[in-house]
Structures are given as structure tokens and as C-alpha cells.
């Protein structure tokens, strides 16, 4: 246990409104040094509201916040950064044109008189990944990387700025295990030179592996804070949700039922493959049945969906849906044979932030139907309604801004955008990603009936619980390669893990 | 839930809708200092069943620009812009005059027959839309930078008009063409008539259907819009398309009103003032477009220029008050300016 007493930041009767709904209703957050404080809420509690009303990127509405005992009021993420509290935030927001150097020092280059030096930008650069083990080529553009090594570049930046306060929201993820491993690592060692950091995080596992203290939030409002050693985890959520939980819903291992085998084939892949992306590969889904991709981060999985959807163009092997040989070539022929796909990141691929949520989720029905049938706006608004209800999204009106949503709620929009199409094949790139314990709860209800309609989904994820828990059938790909499917009673855990072990560590790429 | 109710006033009006009440305050604001201080400004007349007077004068004077604003309001909308717009005014009306006088270039000053109205109208007109259609396919599939692909066109385009004109300044007779440019249809000015027309016509195709709302989403985030099936780069292709549609009709206005066409100055400059236009009509770089702001926003801009001359101000101040009124509208509209004005003005009831 850390030291006590101490107190970091101190916010106290926080309240911040926005049109429509308030975000923040008086709450209080203690953060003391060297301590890893989590911070837990459904989507849509108020946790990256505080966050960026706490560096500056929202105005404070009314309350105190103390920083090392002094009132503390930043008016930009850099000015937070300079006071001494530096953040990563739930979207990856650097730079992806500028290299990965550039990234971390943009803003604080090291100056060699009045030019920049570059040489040592690239060193610190470098050493700054080498603390989270990433070696990486620190000149080459961000955008040439994943997403989870974005991440890790805004971790390193963060934990470069050195600063009191460190905040992570949602930092793991995109990243794979041994990722995880090496940024509690550092946070732990972080924590010992008495820095303060605030976590935040879906990942139950990671909140009771790092945190020493846990605040939760929800619906805007402090519910309480308490030790984490202290807390039981089914208490835990059923805080967060407000309500008592089934303890099934929680404990995981529920197989997925069998696919009887006399099922349809919808979409047969044969020895498909995408010249220096994908190595060719067979993939078989049904009607009703719900097949996983399992593998790390870049094994494939994305690129598979994307081959799937006619984003990317297969360079040979043959597909089939219903048996007839197609050619998908783009996104809107995809769509027209009932695919669809929810893809892995919804900032730049799924949502239009200055749409409204109407026609975020109106949209590809629309553009099924072409510009020039309209659906009356009477249909759009109980298709938008029926969704809201169904999925739960947390709105202030089916006018809001989808921009103005909280992470896990846009998620949702997008969710709903594809279930209104109704579509045969619905690819499911992680959709549980930065989404709570309750949303995903749902999202796999609603699977499961998907699923009892005679929709096929092909599900991806990092979760392999997640994979065992829904799937029926789970191809299992590593370094671009599909190194084996099972099906049935040999899916769980540990032959998805064995079978990604064989042949050498999972190094990923 | 917390719902809390909406509070509406001047400085924080619906965040859904774009408000054009900002554009239609500074619009309103001209004519009131022209009410006051200017005589007869709202004076409209009927001589020989035609409308005249200022106000007249303004649409009349402004068809041109207010119809380049509304193809550029599109381009702006799917995160574009066009700066060949008045390039392809001087192509179309030089083409227009040299259809006209096809030997004129020769120094033969005699008319031939006269050539069909069709003609005269339907070639230039099909060359603006194929040069629209080129810039579309430089920014939507080759990927080049609006600003750049258009500017291309900005450059050569005015040599292209100069080499169809042999570099004269073609000046003709031809009734019936000349009617586009100055004839009088049910009391109004012929070009208002078709500004009034063009603007039903576009505001009908793209908010009776969905198009508005695709080239929205395509602008806003053309990815995810590529996702959701919209044809973002067809979409796109067809709003330069347009645009070049309405620089070519408004080549032919000016050309027709004036009677000639000069290639070196015909349309000059006036994709500035169409951009500048579509700016201070709230439509944002790639996102919602409001083609009522942007036409209130070509008014702005033409009533400043009659409000200056009818006051007697030498013309070359018209540019430094131009630019003076879309500072103030464009900070009028950002919106961090007005939280920060309300702020101010409220501070009263702020918690400390």
C-alpha cells in the first residue's frame, strides 16, 4: 500500500453542464501521491468530463479544484501539462503526418541555439519507447504504425512530460498483453517516485492488478471511493450499474451453444489472399452462426475484416456468398450483398461527429436505398428511437451532436447505424472496446440474437474471453497467417493461447 | 438522466440548427444604415412594367457572385473549395462571344448568320461543367489538394479564354442572347430570375432528397461515409461539377450584360468574394452547408459594394469594408467568441 495522507489534487463539488444534459453533478476525487487511482463508470458517467474539464479542455462549471493545496484552473491541455498534469486521453490525439519523434517532444523540442535538435529528439525519442520495451524506427510518420502502437507513443509522451499527475483514460485498449504488462511496469515504477496516476479503464483485471484506490462515478454523479483491495469486484459493478448484478453475467466461461452443422454457408473464402498483407487463407461463415478471429494486434485480423467489406481487394483465391462466386470491390458493393462492418476505430472510420445521431445511424440505410428516396423523417426518428431504447445510448435527443457523445456511446451509434440495415453478415471489429461491463453485456445479448435470426457475424476481438464466451467457431491468425480453427467443445482459453504459442513467441507483425 | 432544458437566446442559438441569423443581422444592418442615411435607397419604381431601384440593383448586380456562391457552398461542404470559378466565368463567356462573332478574331467585322440561342447558351455551358468535372477528378480521385487542383485551373483557365478570344476583347450584338444578361422577365431582372430559379432548382435536389446530407457526411468524415456505402468520390466529383455549371452561367450574365467579352477581366477576383460569401453563411469546411447564409453572404457582400458607390466613396475602399465585414461576421460566428460575450455579459450570475 502507498503512503497516505499526501493529497495530490483535490476536486471537490465539481459540476459541469452541457445543452442538454449534465455531465458532471458535484463530485469529488481525491488523488494522493504515489498512488494508481481508478477511476470507474459506466459509459457516459462522467469520466473523461472530469478528466478534461480537470486539464482544460472544458471549462469547469462550478466546484474547487486543489492542486498540491493551491486552486487550480488550467485553460489548455498544455497549460495542464506545464502546471504539472499530463494526459493521455481515450482517442489518440497526435499527429500522424509527423513522425513518431515529433510526437513526443512536439511542443518541448530540445533546441540546439535557435534549430531544433534533431539528433537529440530521436535518441530521447528512442529511449522513451525502450522504457515501455517498443524499438521502433522513431523517424518514420505515426501513421505508418497500428493503433496500438499510437497508444504506446501518447503513453510515452505522457510519462515523458514527467509530471505530478499522470492520467491515463483507456490507455490499454488497442494494446495486447505483453503490452499491458510493460505499461504497469512503468506505471508501478512511476508510482514509487510519487507520482499520482489516474486510471481509467473497462478492464476489471487491470483495475484490481494496478490500482491501490477506486472512485466511481455514475450518470454524472460521486458514488464513492474506496480501497481496492477492499472492494469485491461484483460489488464494484454493481455500483457502477446501480444495481444488483447476476453474478452469471460477470463470471465468465458460458460456452456458446453448438452450431448445428446442417447450417447454410453465407460466405465462403478459398485460399484468399492480399499480396504482402495476408498470406492466403480458407474461411467458411454460416447462416446463424457467429465465427471469432482471434490473434494479437496486426496478426491480420483488421485486414481480414477489411477483405470482407471490399475496403482492401483480395490479389487471389475465390469468394462465394451463397454459393455463387463475387468480387467485392468497394464498401457500397459489400453493403448491397448485407455486409456490414463496425470497424476497430470509430474516430476516423465510423462516426461523423457534426452529424446528429439520427443520421449517423440513418445513413447506410439511406445510402441503400439512394438520394433520392427519401426516408420520411417520421421513419428516421423511430428507427433512431427503437435503437436509442434498444441499445441503450445515452443522448439528450436524437438531435444531439454524435461528436459530443462519450466514447462507449458512439460506439453504440455506430452499432445501431448496422443493425438498422439488417444485415446478413455483420463484421464485428471490436466492438467492446472502451465500452463498460453493462454495454457489453448487451452487445453480446444482441448477438446471441442475431444469431437466433440467422445472422452470421464475424466477431474480432482482443478479448479471448469475449471469443470463447460468443463464438462457435474461431479462426485463430498469427503474423498474418491463419494458423488454425476450432470449433465446438475445444474453443476456450487456453487452446487459443497454445495454439498462438506454438512456433515461437507471438511476436506480433 | 439530468436533462436540462435548452436555453435559447441571440448568443447561443440551437446548436443543431446552423444559424443564419448572424449572415441576416449584418445583411439587415446594411439596409438600415442605407434606410437612414441614404435617400431613396428603398425606393423601388415600375418604368414600362420593370422594377428599378437599389434594392433591385443589388440582386441584380450581385447574380454572378450568388450564383458561383452556390456551387461553391457544395464544393465547400464536402471540405473543398474552387478558386477556378471565375477562370471558367471568362472561358464561358469568351466562348459565348467568339460563337457569336466566329470571325471577329479575323478582323472580319461583319456578322454571318446569327447563331442559334441554343448554341450560344448550351456549348459554353457543357465546357463549364466538363472543367468542373476535371477539377472533381484531380481532388476526388487523383487526391489532389482542393486548393491546388483548382488552382490550376485558376491559372491556365484565364490563357484558355485569352486564346479562344486571340487575346481581343470580342464585343457583339445578338438580342436574343443579350436578354440573358438584361432582359426583364415578370418585372424582374432576367439574372435574378435565374438566381431565384438555380437556387429552387439546387435547394430542392439536395434537402427534398438526401444528397445535402450525403455531401455533408462526405465532407465531415469521408471515410467513415466510404464505409457506410455513400459514393463519396462521386459525390464529390459532381458538387465541382456544379460549381463549374454555375461559373459558366455566370459567364454568360456578365458577358450578355455587357456585350462583350473581356478574357483578362471578366468573373476576376470573383471567386474570392464567392468563398468569402459562403463563409460568413455559416457553412463549414467539410460539414453542414446553409445555402440560405451563403446567398444572404453574397448580399453582404454586394450591398456593401452598391451602399459605397451610391454614397459617392471611391470604389477602391469597397475592398478594405468587404474585408472589415467579414472579419467581424466570421467572429461574430465562432462560437468560443460568443461564450466568452456571454460570459462577460453575464458574469453576474456566474458561481464563483
Not at chain 1, 486543489?66 to 497526435?94: C, H, R, W
Not at chain 1, 440474437?449 to 478479448?463: K, N, Y
Request: one cysteine or more; charged letters at 20%; glycine letters at 10%.
Amino acid at each position: 500500500m502507498p503512503d497516505i495522507g499526501n493529497v495530490l489534487l483535490e476536486i471537490r463539488g465539481l459540476t459541469r453542464s452541457f445543452p442538454g444534459v449534465k455531465a458532471l453533478d458535484a463530485v469529488d476525487f481525491t488523488l494522493r501521491r504515489g498512488e494508481i487511482h481508478a477511476l470507474m463508470g459506466e459509459n457516459g458517467a462522467g469520466k473523461s468530463t472530469l478528466i478534461k474539464v480537470l486539464t482544460g479542455v472544458h471549462k469547469k462549471g462550478s466546484g474547487s479544484i486543489k492542486f498540491e493545496g493551491k486552486e487550480f484552473d488550467a485553460s489548455s491541455p498544455m497549460d495542464a501539462a506545464s502546471k504539472g498534469i499530463s494526459t493521455v486521453y481515450q482517442e489518440i490525439n497526435l499527429l500522424p503526418n509527423l513522425s513518431v519523434a515529433e510526437n513526443i517532444f512536439i511542443g518541448r523540442q530540445p533546441m540546439k541555439g535557435i534549430r531544433i535538435d534533431w539528433k537529440a529528439i530521436n535518441m530521447n525519442a528512442k529511449n522513451a519507447l525502450a522504457k515501455l520495451d517498443l524499438e521502433i524506427d522513431v523517424t518514420l510518420p505515426l501513421s505508418s504504425f497500428s493503433t496500438a502502437i499510437q497508444q504506446m507513443v501518447a503513453i510515452a509522451r505522457a510519462i515523458d512530460i514527467r509530471a505530478n499527475i499522470l492520467i491515463l483514460d483507456e490507455p490499454t485498449s488497442s494494446l495486447d498483453m505483453a503490452e499491458c504488462k510493460n505499461l504497469f511496469k512503468t506505471m508501478k515504477r512511476l508510482k514509487d517516485e510519487g507520482m499520482g496516476i489516474i486510471f481509467i479503464t473497462h478492464f476489471l483485471d487491470q483495475v484490481y492488478e494496478t490500482s491501490d484506490r477506486i472512485t466511481v462515478l455514475r450518470n454524472g454523479q460521486f458514488i464513492g471511493e474506496y480501497k481496492t483491495a477492499e472492494l469485491p469486484r461484483f460489488q464494484l459493478i454493481s455500483k457502477m450499474l446501480g444495481k444488483e448484478l447476476e453474478q452469471e453475467m460477470v463470471s465468465s466461461g458460458k460456452r456458446a451453444e453448438e452450431t448445428p452443422s446442417q447450417k447454410e454457408p453465407f460466405m465462403t473464402l478459398n485460399n484468399v489472399e492480399e499480396k504482402g498483407v495476408l498470406f492466403p487463407f480458407d474461411l467458411g461463415i454460416c447462416e446463424g452462426e457467429v465465427v471469432g478471429l482471434a490473434g494479437l494486434l496486426g496478426s491480420g485480423r483488421t485486414e481480414v475484416a477489411k477483405l470482407l467489406f471490399g475496403i482492401n481487394r483480395p490479389t487471389g483465391g475465390t469468394m462465394e456468398i451463397d454459393n455463387e462466386p463475387v468480387a467485392i470491390h468497394s464498401p457500397r458493393h459489400a453493403i448491397s450483398h448485407s455486409i456490414a462492418f463496425c470497424p476497430e476505430d470509430r474516430k476516423t472510420e465510423g462516426i461523423i461527429p457534426d452529424l446528429t445521431v439520427r443520421e449517423n445511424i440513418v445513413l447506410p440505410l439511406q445510402s441503400r436505398r439512394g438520394f433520392l428516396r427519401s426516408i420520411s423523417r417520421k421513419e428516421q426518428d423511430r428507427i433512431t428511437d427503437q435503437y436509442i431504447e434498444l441499445l441503450k445510448i445515452k443522448v439528450s435527443g436524437r438531435e444531439q451532436k454524435a461528436g459530443t457523445l462519450s466514447g462507449g456511446n458512439q460506439q453504440k451509434v455506430i452499432l445501431a447505424r448496422w443493425m438498422a440495415m439488417n444485415p446478413r453478415l455483420l463484421i464485428l471489429d471490436e466492438p467492446t472496446r472502451g465500452i463498460d461491463v453493462g454495454a457489453k453485456a448487451e452487445i453480446e445479448k444482441l448477438i446471441f440474437r442475431l444469431r437466433e435470426e440467422g445472422r452470421s457475424i464475424l466477431f474480432i476481438s482482443s478479448e479471448l474471453e469475449e471469443i470463447v464466451h460468443t463464438c462457435s467457431r474461431v479462426a485463430i491468425l498469427k503474423g498474418r497467417k491463419k494458423v488454425g480453427e476450432i470449433s465446438g467443445e475445444n474453443i476456450s482459453e487456453e487452446t487459443i493461447m497454445t495454439t498462438l504459442a506454438q512456433e515461437g513467441t507471438g511476436e506480433r507483425l | 438522466m439530468n436533462i436540462v432544458k435548452k436555453k435559447r437566446s441571440l448568443l447561443n442559438p440551437g446548436s443543431s440548427d446552423l444559424s443564419i441569423i448572424y449572415p441576416l443581422l449584418a445583411f439587415i444592418a446594411i439596409l438600415l444604415f442605407n434606410l437612414i442615411f441614404t435617400d431613396g435607397f428603398f425606393h423601388i419604381e415600375i418604368k414600362n412594367g420593370h422594377l428599378f431601384g437599389s434594392l433591385i440593383d443589388i440582386f441584380n448586380r450581385g447574380a454572378p457572385v450568388i450564383l458561383i456562391t452556390i456551387g461553391m457552398t457544395l464544393v465547400y461542404a464536402t471540405g473543398g473549395v474552387d478558386l477556378s470559378v471565375g477562370a471558367i466565368i471568362a472561358i464561358s463567356g469568351a466562348l459565348a462571344a467568339q460563337l457569336i462573332r466566329p470571325d471577329y478574331v479575323k478582323g472580319i467585322l461583319e456578322y454571318g448568320d446569327q447563331t442559334s440561342l441554343i448554341i450560344v447558351l448550351l456549348v459554353p455551358l457543357v465546357l463549364s461543367i466538363i472543367l468542373g468535372l476535371w477539377n472533381g477528378f484531380l481532388v476526388a480521385y487523383i487526391g489532389v489538394q482542393p486548393i491546388i487542383a483548382t488552382l490550376i485551373l485558376m491559372t491556365v483557365g484565364r490563357g484558355i479564354a485569352q486564346l479562344i478570344t486571340h487575346g481581343q476583347i470580342i464585343v457583339f450584338e445578338h438580342a436574343p442572347f443579350q436578354f440573358i444578361g438584361s432582359g426583364f422577365f415578370l418585372g424582374l431582372p432576367f439574372p435574378v430570375i435565374m438566381v431565384i430559379l438555380l437556387f429552387i432548382l439546387t435547394w430542392a435536389i439536395t434537402r427534398k432528397t438526401t444528397l445535402g446530407l450525403f455531401i455533408e457526411a462526405s465532407g465531415a468524415n469521408p471515410l467513415a461515409s466510404r464505409y457506410m456505402g455513400i459514393p463519396v468520390r462521386m459525390i464529390t466529383t459532381l458538387t465541382y461539377g456544379f460549381s463549374g455549371f454555375c461559373a459558366g452561367l455566370a459567364g454568360l450574365i456578365i458577358t450578355a450584360d455587357i456585350k462583350a467579352a473581356d478574357a483578362n477581366n471578366a468573373g476576376i477576383f470573383m471567386e474570392l468574394d464567392a468563398i468569402a460569401a459562403v463563409i460568413i453563411g455559416g457553412t463549414i469546411n467539410g460539414g453542414r452547408f446553409s445555402m440560405a447564409g451563403a446567398i444572404i453572404g453574397a448580399l453582404i457582400i454586394q450591398s456593401l459594394t452598391t451602399t459605397i458607390i451610391t454614397r459617392g466613396v471611391p470604389p477602391q475602399v469597397v475592398l478594405v469594408f468587404k474585408a472589415v465585414i467579414i472579419i467581424m461576421v466570421a467572429l461574430i460566428q465562432s462560437k468560443k467568441l460568443r461564450d466568452q460575450l456571454s460570459l462577460i455579459l453575464h458574469s453576474g450570475d456566474r458561481p464563483s
